[in-house]
């Protein structure tokens, strides 16, 4: 395995990828430990990722600045990052910053980063996913890569809904030609540009990206790889962990009130109704799964800003027990957003080139655990989606054949 | 399956026992729901196991008194239990009642209940453990049960040293001839005795109970089954529900500190140091086993006695994440001790009842769900002793022969 | 002082009057203590307030229904009261029923009490106010008052903009001829009836009752005293003692989040937005002027069915110290409504009394610890509203003559 | 006012210690806004207080070390200080470094801080005060300066009893002459050793200090004055503000829990039990005083190594409302120790330093907001002592002669 890989980062000087790109060089230097990578777990050092020095990150960006002033604020508002790292990545910083492109904007929605380049409005869908197109191609041929696994970090866009959408790709791909058409936004060109280049694609948003029938059907006809959708980093993940307890016990879940708060771009972003709509979705939509019935649920977000990438969330689970008696639960997370994040990011880039080297094509399911709402997958409980992926882990060391989508 | 069971309660007028009595009764009268109750889920519900009204409660109890008085105390300071549900029931405690025998009491520590018989302290553990056996062979024949399962409910006893106990049983039953060379205290006695009469052992409390190789012997010899250790209702159930999930992330746990609060004669009895410390133990144990290394950790559990029965719990998670962040999950819980305990304690009757008719012996290894420190298991976190329980079943409904210890 | 006073309670049979009411019935009996009440503080001892048996407790009511029924039900499902309490309480409640007379409706907004009696709404302001007029007036004679206080504590309205509000009680008066001129809503035509009759007028609700000039001018004009706007009972009061707090220590807030959760009628009719507005109007207020700046400030009532009466607030206060240093101080409050409210309106209605009898006309400013949005107060700190009303008792106790408004 | 004041603190290289002279750097330097410091406040700005320009630091410690090193790990271990503030505050850093003397230790407790030098035991009480006296007396030569206020800062040491002191100062004096006849430890000698030189001593930790009724009559005797005991900063502060506020509304506490956890090296001092008591006292002893009657109190500290300064509290109230209803507040605190406690040094060094100039003598109980026990002070409601300061700011601007002690 001596090729490289790329990771090509969809808002490449957002908080989560200015921390990708600090924690890949940290990580390259050997100055940190491997604390939050799941893919450095027992379970998962088996299978033949990439090692460190084999990854090599760009990416594409709407807001102009650099990495380097980014990373320093970030360290700065947050508390995050030493001195003494940022210190010792800048030059490596300077260096992928080199390497992002002006990216493209297509109906973001209200809240699209100020600052952007109005002129990185497309003629037409087509034209922009061409635009990706090649600079994912002159990424790849400047590093001299095997492959590049394009990951989703932009800023959530408002919500498509799926009864606009074409199933098959044929058809979709005609609403490509002319902006009337085209109810895609932004991210699902990104996809369908990393997809038609045969690219594995993850979505770490909760954006639309490839999440519809007619672009799975593009992934599989061009035997690419993907899996999706939002990261599940903080109060989801405690949701999918506590909601299987009480279910495993019998408790009545009566109600479940979720609150949370941040002061980062995408508590911003998320301000704005429409942008909010999709992240509620994400949040809210495994509870009466886990649970086999619905309790009253609710979840909010809200931009404090002196929060900044400190995410907290307050939740409160109203349950009833034996003879009806009724309790409660109530944690607070507090957990800083970009440093839960990154680490997921390389992990499923690591995850998606392994794949894609092995051949795998279609939603790769059993990434799972990884996200809020899974591609492909119906099953919510996170210690269950794991279960699902040290079976994949097993079976790739016992010499399964690789999984094709069908 | 005509026949009957009987649940002999060691500790019968306790609040635990009090509210499985008020349940029992309600669940005979279909009263209530079957929320809380685990052998009531789907998965276990295919399980041939005993019907309501095949379950019939006595008990021994060292405190005078009487179920419904005892009943009428918990509803008014616990806001548990309705009056009307109360009402309904009166007549079956009395019943209940009249078949609570006095227990007896050996080296039960300091803060052994007061109010007790003195005349109840044994000339000898054996005349103990034959006074408890011929309460409980009376009780069989009085109500015409197949089999009675015993299940351990009394106060926390001190902690005895293993290093005290013989390794076989041979020559720990010479001890039990006098005061003197017996360093066993009730909790053992009262399993010593079902399991030489070949009942199933339940033991729900911290106390030592059958809990060593010497009575394990005993239980394979006699063809018994016996389960335990300290029923896990509140704080432990969520410790493993989430150091396995910091683990699957591979986020490492820098301190967790646990302080427990509640008011009940649990709670009062664990406010003498040596009573604690047992307490403790358990509670603590499962941390380092189920992260992998150790982290500082520290739980307290104090009496207030204005809580009552209501076991309140804060966690505080130090934990740090990718680069070094430093992050923190905090959770209140507030539970009825009694009402999460109950439901249990008929779940593991039912189960062990079911294990004795197929002939199983030992300890029921596939029961660690319910424990903190399971007998004979090795596993801590709650998803994967779930696990284990569901293959059981599945085993048990495929034919599998029945499980016999080693 | 050997007459009667009446206590008129608007929304009697709501959850906070079926308190009053029951609270009042026991306080005769002598069958509870004192907790709760402020009026039997030491400092408020003194003055010569009402006692017990000189209360009479009636009211208006939308709804159908009864007393005794109502508190069964909120006993049930708020686990409120003992029934031992409602046992003993029986009879006056009905007696209590007795005095309830149908309310009027005017201009109530969307969330108005479903159930209510459609032939309640009413001709013309001035024939809803005649009607109140006569019913307080039959209320005074039947059971031979003195004076009659009237407690607003009807559902939430919408909130009505002082721009429309004429400054003149002469101009305002002119408009409560036709339902099309007038912009008052029912909380306001009871507060004329009352002060018409030169009664005492306490707005324990949000809506605007007599919170405006020109109703001012009335009480004055009929030598009337009122007070008010939105009782503080839970996590306002917080706020009020800890934001001078931090100023004190020049703590410097930079967020203050606080999301309450509820699940009464109250909450219910919060859900719709426009009565929600006026509520969060009057939790947010405070905050700018007690810490001499703007602090980014969020506030979120939401309705949870499951919790009834318990009001659950989590606030999240986010705050700077020396040299920038970011701090946290959360908190979790867990109260009960009905029982944390109707003390205060008992302590409001004698102390409204007093006011009366000693000939006090206007706002009674020294009353404003009570509430959300005192009026004619411009002091939002807790104990600094103490001090006035300490300050007040010593002025009566050393024969200050009785304050007139202006 | 042209002439400088010194601030000798004792415990010069610990945390608050080391972030008071980072802080009084930054405020010379202007680099930093004046949050989290009282006496900026437009109450206390009124009176004519020491410049930033007007103070020199300087004190004794047991530690070997560096402030420079000490405040770069102080921002490294716990987020505290930007890089760029240490940067700019070096030079200064070392200055004041330079002014650290060696100081004495005497009866430290077991838990005195490791790596002191041995030679510092002096040989008897008495040696051990005039060294310190030479060293103050050469800081104010050295330094040209008016007068040097003392600030005890050192950590906890176990508990005096009081019936072992003497009530007269020529009584007490005479033990110091030899190490046996001696109960008193280090603090009392700083203490002593200040008030004879007549210079101002505030003791902001939990020991003994001046607070006993024979150093009390050695100030007066001096004409010099003094204040303290243990610098409320956190969860002691909450509750002298939250207790009031149950208390005024007739809220009947039933018991308060406060769990505190920490990780600094005070933290490290009060794992060791005899040194805890000391503190516990401070904690406790105001709760029933404010109350009127005696909850069930519980308050612990426990030492959480990766919690670093960052000083946790959780606190559970749990309190009785009208009709006994039963309702619950829980607070959690997470305050940076010494960022909260620095400023208030700063404070009191100022404000001392301005009693000092007026000729005020004895114990400064206007003070008494600022600490846990306060001197001569019977108040511990946090409002209340603060009207006292401002009762104390209006006397001197209306130009009350200074008080001076009896």
């Given at each position: 395995?001596?090729?490289?890989?790329?990771?090509?980062?969809?808002?490449?000087?957002?908080?989560?990828?200015?921390?990708?790109?600090?924690?890949?060089?940290?990580?390259?230097k050997r100055a940190v430990d491997?604390?939050?990578?799941?893919?450095?777990?027992?379970?998962?050092?088996?299978?033949?990722?990439?090692?460190?020095?084999?990854?090599?990150?760009?990416?594409?960006?709407?807001?102009?600045?650099?990495?380097?002033?980014?990373?320093?604020?970030?360290?700065?508002?947050?508390?995050?990052?030493?001195?003494?790292?940022?210190?010792?990545?800048?030059?490596?910083?300077?260096?992928?910053?080199?390497?992002?492109?002006?990216?493209?904007?297509?109906?973001?929605?209200?809240?699209?980063?100020?600052?952007?380049?109005?002129?990185?409005?497309?003629?037409?869908?087509?034209?922009?996913?061409?635009?990706?197109?090649?600079?994912?191609?002159?990424?790849?041929?400047?590093?001299?890569?095997?492959?590049?696994?394009?990951?989703?970090?932009?800023?959530?866009?408002?919500?498509?809904?799926?009864?606009?959408?074409?199933?098959?790709?044929?058809?979709?791909?005609?609403?490509?030609?002319?902006?009337?058409?085209?109810?895609?936004?932004?991210?699902?060109?990104?996809?369908?540009?990393?997809?038609?280049?045969?690219?594995?694609?993850?979505?770490?948003?909760?954006?639309?990206?490839?999440?519809?029938?007619?672009?799975?059907?593009?992934?599989?006809?061009?035997?690419?790889?993907?899996?999706?959708?939002?990261?599940?980093?903080?109060?989801?993940?405690l949701k999918t962990v506590l909601?299987?307890?009480?279910?495993?016990?019998?408790?009545?879940?009566?109600?479940?009130?979720?609150?949370?708060?941040?002061?980062?771009?995408?508590?911003?972003?998320?301000?704005?109704?429409?942008?909010?709509?999709?992240?509620?979705?994400?949040?809210?939509?495994?509870?009466?799964?886990?649970?086999?019935?619905?309790?009253?649920?609710?979840?909010?977000?809200?931009?404090?800003?002196?929060?900044?990438?400190?995410?907290?969330?307050?939740?409160?689970?109203?349950?009833?027990?034996?003879?009806?008696?009724?309790?409660?639960?109530?944690?607070?997370?507090?957990?800083?957003?970009?440093?839960?994040?990154?680490?997921?990011?390389?992990?499923?880039?690591?995850?998606?080139?392994?794949?894609?080297?092995?051949?795998?094509?279609?939603?790769?399911?059993?990434?799972?655990?990884?996200?809020?709402?899974?591609?492909?997958?119906?099953?919510?409980?996170?210690?269950?989606?794991?279960?699902?992926?040290?079976?994949?882990?097993?079976?790739?060391?016992?010499?399964?054949?690789?999984r094709t989508g069908s």
């Open positions: 395995m001596a090729d490289k890989t790329g990771i090509w980062l969809v808002g490449a000087r957002g908080a989560v990828a200015t921390t990708v790109a600090v924690g890949m060089t940290a990580l390259q491997r604390v939050g990578l799941v893919t450095e777990l027992p379970m998962l050092r088996e299978l033949p990722l990439a090692s460190w020095d084999q990854l090599v990150v760009g990416g594409h960006e709407l807001r102009r600045g650099n990495l380097v002033d980014g990373a320093a604020a970030l360290a700065r508002d947050n508390r995050l990052f030493t001195p003494e790292l940022l210190a010792a990545c800048r030059e490596e910083l300077v260096e992928i910053d080199s390497r992002i492109r002006p990216g493209i904007h297509f109906r973001g929605g209200d809240a699209a980063p100020a600052g952007q380049d109005a002129t990185r409005r497309v003629e037409s869908p087509r034209v922009g996913i061409e635009r990706i197109k090649n600079d994912l191609l002159d990424f790849r041929q400047a590093n001299n890569l095997g492959r590049v696994v394009v990951v989703l970090l932009a800023s959530t866009e408002p919500e498509t809904p799926r009864a606009a959408l074409p199933d098959r790709w044929g058809d979709l791909r005609l609403t490509l030609e002319t902006n009337a058409a085209c109810v895609l936004r932004s991210s699902s060109l990104y996809a369908i540009a990393a997809l038609e280049l045969g690219h594995p694609l993850i979505n770490f948003t909760p954006s639309l990206g490839s999440d519809c029938t007619a672009i799975g059907e593009l992934a599989l006809e061009r035997g690419a790889c993907h899996a999706g959708r939002d990261g599940k980093t903080g109060e989801t993940l909601a299987p307890m009480f279910a495993a016990r019998n408790l009545e879940v009566m109600s479940w009130v979720g609150h949370n708060i941040l002061g980062n771009a995408d508590g911003r972003v998320l301000d704005h109704p429409e942008h909010k709509q999709a992240k509620l979705q994400s949040k809210d939509s495994a509870l009466s799964k886990m649970l086999g019935y619905d309790p009253q649920s609710l979840v909010s977000i809200e931009y404090i800003k002196s929060l900044g990438d400190w995410k907290t969330a307050w939740d409160h689970v109203h349950f009833k027990g034996f003879l009806g008696t009724p309790m409660t639960l109530q944690f607070t997370w507090q957990g800083c957003d970009s440093a839960l994040a990154a680490p997921l990011v390389i992990d499923l880039a690591r995850l998606a080139d392994h794949a894609a080297r092995r051949g795998e094509t279609g939603a790769l399911t059993y990434l799972a655990s990884f996200f809020k709402r899974p591609y492909g997958a119906n099953n919510e409980d996170f210690f269950s989606q794991l279960g699902t992926l040290a079976e994949y882990v097993r079976g790739v060391l016992e010499g399964d054949p690789p």
